[in-house]
């Protein structure tokens, strides 16, 4: 587990370069924080680091996203970025009906807590908080591994 924190959105997205030099093909990420907590902001790092094609937007009326990768990080392979806004997802089987290719994928769900079972024994989940009071814009970040098989 790790802990940031992260006090602009310009630092968010500096962590999302950073997380997303080291995910591969076959990572979930899940993302979980309120509304504005930089959500999208750090996936757009993300796919900076992994070369996504296109802009990396928030998926909220279309659910998924495809992004090519531009191929610079020969170890990614064919592998594409899917960006995911389950927020109006009921349930993991939704997430599935999805037809994403997971093995293949580099796959980041924006509120996804909760969406693994029957997709994957292992993911990454980023939990962002933010200052329940609105006095400062700061997050705190946490992101931790999950295996259900250990």
Known sequence: MSKYTVATPE??????LSLGA???AGDLV???????AGKTTLTRGIGEALGAIGNVSSPTFVIARTHKLDGKRAELGDAVLVHVDAYRLGSAAELDDLDIDFENTITIVEWGKGFTDGITDRWIEIEIERDHTGESEVRDVTVSEHNANA
Not at 11 to 16: A, D, I, P, S
Not at 30 to 36: D, I, M, S, V, Y
């Open 11 to 16: 630092e968010m997205h500096e962590l999302g």
């Open 30 to 36: 899940l993302l979980t924080g309120p509304l504005g």
């Open 22 to 24: 080291t995910f591969k």
